[in-house]
């Protein structure tokens, strides 16, 4: 494995943990106490803040906030221009760092260009986040979600097609060829 690649114009503070293979490019800022996983590729303009934790295979495209608190698995893509947030109630004048709360975004998630993901919610396993969605609560496993504020607008494969179930509650991803079934509001891949 080959060491990670930093850009010149990039800024890795002391103390940031950067795994092999992974790419950090112009202007980005790596927080000491950060860690990032192995082949993760982060884009131009990335601020990853103090504490965070990527995971490995991860995709962070341009202009994307990761706050203290943000905990993404591996193989998460992260839209361009979208936004973390870690405190529900900020003001300038009234220090809040005691109040963080933690946003955990699970394995082969994707969140869309410039969506905003509040603080204290979940994204499920492989959910999409549409594009400009504003996500107020957690997206469970598969899930679809557009619009602000956020709401559920159906199912999704591991290969990012929406899936249709028929009347018995099985999809098939029409790429990878997956079955999924649905159980009330739970979609799960079968094997």
């Known amino acids: 494995m080959a060491q990670p690649y930093i850009h010149p114009t990039a800024t890795v503070d002391d103390k940031a943990c950067i795994g092999n293979d992974t790419k950090i490019w112009h202007y ?19 601020f990853v803040g103090s504490g965070v934790t990527i995971g490995n295979g991860v995709k962070i495209q341009n202009n994307v906030s990761l706050y203290t608190g943000v905990v993404c698995d591996d193989h998460v ?16 004048a009234i220090e809040r760092k ?19 993901i509040v603080c204290g919610n979940t994204i499920g396993r492989y959910a999409f986040i549409g594009a400009g969605a504003v996500m107020t609560k957690s997206a469970p496993d598969y899930s679809l979600w557009v619009g602000n504020p956020a709401f559920q607008d159906g199912w999704i494969s591991e290969h990012g097609h ?30």
Not at 31 to 45: E, F
Not at 99 to 113: D, E, L, N
Request: glycine share 12%; aromatic share 8%; with cysteine.
């Open 98 to 116: 005691d109040q963080f709360r933690p946003t955990h975004v699970k394995q082969g998630a994707t969140i869309g260009a410039n969506a905003t």
């Open 77 to 92: 893509f992260l839209g361009p221009s979208c936004v973390f947030t870690n405190v529900i109630n900020p003001r300038s």
């Open 28 to 46: 980005s800022h790596i927080m000491p106490g950060s860690h990032i996983g192995k082949r993760c590729i982060v884009g131009q303009n990335v």
């Open 162 to 191: 929406r899936l249709d179930f028929d009347n018995k509650g099985y999809a098939l991803c029409p790429e990878g060829g997956e079955k999924y079934r649905l159980e009330g509001e739970c979609v799960e891949k079968i094997d």
